[in-house]
């Protein structure tokens, strides 16, 4: 099992940028798919994008390709998501998550494992 601490959440301006990190606990890291999503006040809990074991490949919402990147270092059981060109359509309470098995998996019911999030507000 793993547990996982999302940071790096606040207050940025649009256009503004800010990165993200989610702290896994444990020495198996590198065995598991990990995946950021994101929730905003009353709706559901949405796929941002997702990254491989390795960090080989990756999968993103179309809502923030080319805007967002996720990337991970297995070294410091550690991934990131660094959000560029932030708007205020972003504002959420993102989340980390984790999974066994294959596969990029958008959606959350999939993976088993979440930090408890951090809250992103983008003003306009």
């Known amino acids: 099992q793993v547990q996982l601490v999302e940071s790096g959440g606040g207050l940025v301006q649009t256009g503004d940028s800010l990165r993200l990190s989610c702290a896994a606990s444990?020495?198996?890291?590198?065995?598991?798919?990990m995946g950021w999503f994101r929730q905003a006040p009353g709706k559901e809990r949405d796929f941002v994008g997702s990254?491989?074991?390795?960090?080989?490949?990756?999968d993103y919402a179309d809502s923030v390709k080319g805007r967002f990147t996720i990337s991970r270092d297995n070294a410091k059981n550690t991934v990131y998501l660094q959000m560029n060109s932030l708007k205020p359509e972003d504002t959420a309470v993102y989340y980390c998550?984790?999974?066994?098995?294959?596969?990029?998996?958008?959606?959350?019911?999939?993976?088993?494992?979440w930090g408890q999030g951090t809250q992103v507000t983008v003003s306009s």
């Open positions: 998550a984790a999974r066994l098995g294959y596969g990029l998996m958008s959606n959350p019911n999939h993976y088993p494992y």
């Open positions: 444990g020495r198996t890291f590198n065995t598991y798919i």
């Open positions: 990254i491989s074991r390795s960090g080989g490949s990756t």
